[in-house]
């Protein structure tokens, strides 16, 4: 409970840093960020498995590119959803996802190793 915790205080703060970052994103309050990053992770946890499935062949035929609508189409349902979180222009469609993805990677290892009970690895 407690690492599902930080995962959400990570990507609500990854969500702050692509507010800052990436014109086009909008987030009023760290309250709608904290929602955000719940609904991001219920979003890629359902629905982005479902997208990604069907729309397989044009990953396959754009190498790998298609996969980055995806993850803004999700970024995207995601900031319908969410009152106080907007996204604007295809622009930050397409690169908020990649910014909140290598800064909440950023975050979620500093918050890992700096928290030794969190790792997984260290509770075999």
Excluded: E
């Excluded at 498995?49 to 996969?67: A, H, N, Q, W």
Aim: aromatic content about 10%; some cysteine; overall charge neutral.
């Amino acid at each position: 409970m407690l690492s599902y915790f930080f995962t959400v205080l990570a990507t609500a703060l990854s969500l702050l840093v692509v507010d800052l970052v990436v014109p086009g994103v909008d987030i009023s309050t760290f309250v709608a960020a904290l929602v955000a990053g719940v609904v991001i992770g219920i979003i890629n946890s359902s629905v982005r498995p479902v997208m990604s499935f069907f729309s397989l062949p044009l990953t396959i035929l754009t190498l790998g590119l298609f996969s980055l609508i995806v993850n803004g189409i999700c970024f995207w349902i995601a900031s319908v959803l969410v009152p106080g979180f907007s996204v604007h222009g295809l622009l930050a469609i397409i690169v908020a996802p990649i910014v909140l993805s290598f800064v909440n990677t950023f975050l979620t290892q500093y918050l890992v190793d700096r928290n030794p009970q969190l790792n997984i690895k260290n509770q075999a």
